[in-house]
């Protein structure tokens, strides 16, 4: 039985809260393109959380028979995409997130970040 987008976006969103993940976002881009169905976006606080976050949802997402196309950004852990066609998952650490705004270019909400006990910074 193949999954569908619902499905393998729920898929992805509990490997991230197994690898607490912060601010995830889900987005339904099924009437903004044809290339994916839905988009995830996620942050991580460091870059080894960033990769492990992926890596989780990568590995969760192939047990489930989920193929994945590819994933880009490992090395550097600031950003890493993981696509599974019909689903795309963006984890990011909070400066890129926050500089890039992805949510805001697919009609979504940006998180406002805001570190314990510190004031809210934003990118230039």
């Known amino acids: 039985m193949e999954l569908d987008a619902k ?4 898929l992805a969103v509990d490997a991230l809260e197994d690898v607490k993940g912060k601010d995830i976002i889900e987005l339904d881009t099924t009437q903004l393109t044809s ?5 995830i ?27 994945i196309v590819g994933t880009e950004g490992q090395e550097s852990g600031e950003w890493v995409l993981v696509d599974a066609g ?13 500089y890039y705004d992805i949510e805001a270019l697919w009609g979504g909400e940006k998180p406002s970040f ?11």
């Open 7 to 10: 499905e393998i976006a729920k």
């Open 35 to 39: 290339l994916f169905q839905r988009m």
């Open 41 to 67: 976006v996620c942050t991580g606080d460091s870059n080894r959380q960033v990769k492990a976050l992926a890596n989780n949802v990568h590995v969760k997402l192939k047990e489930a028979g989920v193929d």
């Open 86 to 98: 019909d689903v795309v998952v963006h984890v990011m650490l909070p400066a890129v997130r926050d």
């Open 114 to 124: 805001v570190p314990a006990g510190g004031r809210p910074w934003k990118a230039l």
